[in-house]
């Protein structure tokens, strides 16, 4: 075994044994399915389109001082988040977006995978986002990132 594959193994262990031990104290079922519906929910608030609807969404899943950010837009509290999704329909109208990871969560951070799909079922563009729960579970902050990781230089 080289240096590096030892190293890997060594990691993956060490990993391995924090990260069980970590989600049998910090998250049971009852944590994760509740944090998985406010996932699936913070993305219906992106893809309804009727503004009543979505005011209902985004009082269930979102802080009422809640913050997003991405690479393009920057916007706070409820109406900021509607007004965002608003204009996703509008620019993207009948685009989907749709979990492609499970949610991966700690302590009050969590991430998870997506993608924005045409009606056709093409990609437009996908990321990750990392959000942060308020204290009713509710997120308080998404920070989003278009496409696959830069690779190492």
Same mark, same amino acid.
């Given at each position: ?11 993956? !262990? ?9 989600? #049998?104290? *910090? ?52 109406? *900021? ?19 492609? #990871? ?12 997506? !993608? ?5 079922? #093409? ?12 204290? #009713? ?13 830069? !690779?190492?230089?």
């Amino acid at each position: 075994m080289n240096r590096r594959d030892n190293r890997v193994r060594m990691t993956s !262990e060490v990993m391995g044994t924090v990260t069980s031990r970590a989600h #049998s104290r *910090g998250m049971n079922d009852t944590q994760s399915a509740a944090r998985l519906e406010t996932v699936d929910t913070y993305l219906a608030i992106l893809n309804e389109p009727d503004a009543q609807k979505r005011a209902a969404l985004i009082e269930r899943a979102w802080a009422p001082d809640g913050r997003y950010v991405d690479p393009m837009y920057a916007v706070e509290g409820r109406d *900021g988040l509607s007004a965002l999704a608003a204009g996703v329909h509008a620019k993207y109208p009948g685009h989907r977006f749709r979990r492609v #990871s499970g949610v991966d969560a700690h302590h009050d951070v969590l991430r998870f995978a997506w !993608e924005l799909a045409a009606p056709d079922g #093409s990609v437009l563009v996908g990321g990750i986002d990392v959000g942060e729960l308020d204290a #009713s579970g509710r997120l308080r902050r998404i920070t989003g990132f278009f496409g696959a990781l830069p !690779e190492k230089r």
